[in-house]
């Protein structure tokens, strides 16, 4: 069936692209009318192969925000408006080394700053080394896709930032870029424990624990 064909060609794909591994969706089959999934295959044939790659991104963009929108306030849990984006990354100027984002929601804050290195000197691939932390599955493969879609490769993790150093986060990194959630008070204060120290996720002692926004500036 073309639902079948389409999920082997998510996977002939993943295959393909390692760091999309476990990310495409592969359930077209729920299609419930094959007409619009051959409708939706037919409208994507139209897009000319000549168009500059960065727009496939941009559209990809364009969806997020869209998708981000509809969502109201639970979408500004994995998208922070380009608008904002752009102006973090003129303020702390990443043209080079590594760039941590320990909420990275869908990806927006390094694929802001591979687009200001590509506007002020040129190919981003071989100056810049991106690494993000996610809380949420789905929102993790959203960021992956991101940086796929604008040709970027990073190194991105599920994990709960206040509890997980999954990239071993302390002195190894040039800048750090975030818009973490504000005022989150369901912090569990037990998994805490054992994780302050030099090499440690809170290198400088425990905060108070009582709001998050203290532990963000770790």
Same mark, same amino acid.
């Given at each position: 069936?073309?639902?079948?064909?389409?999920?082997?060609?998510?996977?002939?794909?993943?295959?393909?692209?390692?760091? =999309?591994?476990? %990310?495409?969706?592969?359930?077209?089959? &729920?299609?419930? #009318? +094959? !007409?619009?999934?051959?409708?939706?295959?037919?409208?994507?044939?139209?897009?000319?192969?000549?168009?500059?790659?960065?727009?496939?991104?941009?559209?990809?963009?364009?969806?997020?925000?869209?998708?981000?929108?509809?969502?109201?306030?639970?979408?500004?849990?994995?998208?922070?408006?380009?608008?904002?984006?752009?102006? =973090?990354?003129? %303020?702390?100027?990443?043209?080079?080394? &590594?760039?941590? #984002? +320990? !909420?990275?929601?869908?990806?927006?804050?390094?694929?802001?700053?591979?687009?200001?290195?590509?506007?002020?000197?040129?190919?981003?691939?071989?100056?810049?080394?991106?690494?993000?932390?996610?809380?949420?599955?789905?929102?993790?493969?959203?960021?992956?896709?991101?940086?796929?879609?604008?040709?970027?490769?990073?190194?991105?993790?599920?994990?709960?930032?206040?509890?997980?150093?999954?990239?071993?986060?302390?002195?190894?990194?040039?800048?750090?870029?975030?818009?973490?959630?504000?005022?989150?008070?369901?912090?569990?204060?037990?998994?805490?424990?054992?994780?302050?120290?030099?090499?440690?996720?809170?290198?400088?002692?425990?905060?108070?624990?009582?709001?998050?926004?203290?532990?963000?500036?770790?």
């Amino acid at each position: 069936s073309l639902a079948q064909a389409v999920n082997e060609a998510m996977r002939a794909i993943e295959r393909d692209n390692p760091q =999309l591994s476990g %990310v495409l969706p592969k359930t077209y089959e &729920r299609f419930s #009318d +094959p !007409a619009a999934l051959k409708s939706l295959l037919k409208t994507i044939s139209t897009i000319p192969a000549s168009l500059e790659f960065d727009a496939f991104g941009r559209i990809y963009e364009y969806f997020l925000a869209a998708f981000a929108r509809s969502e109201g306030q639970k979408g500004g849990e994995f998208f922070t408006p380009p608008s904002i984006v752009r102006l =973090l990354t003129e %303020v702390i100027e990443p043209f080079h080394g &590594r760039i941590l #984002d +320990p !909420a990275c929601g869908s990806g927006g804050m390094f694929v802001q700053s591979a687009r200001f290195v590509s506007e002020h000197q040129g190919a981003p691939g071989s100056t810049l080394s991106v690494f993000g932390m996610e809380k949420e599955e789905a929102t993790t493969a959203l960021c992956r896709m991101n940086l796929a879609m604008h040709g970027l490769e990073g190194e991105i993790k599920q994990a709960i930032s206040y509890y997980e150093d999954p990239h071993g986060a302390t002195g190894r990194f040039d800048f750090v870029l975030a818009n973490p959630p504000f005022n989150v008070n369901k912090v569990d204060k037990e998994r805490l424990e054992g994780m302050t120290g030099t090499g440690r996720r809170y290198p400088f002692g425990m905060p108070r624990v009582d709001n998050a926004n203290y532990l963000w500036i770790q």
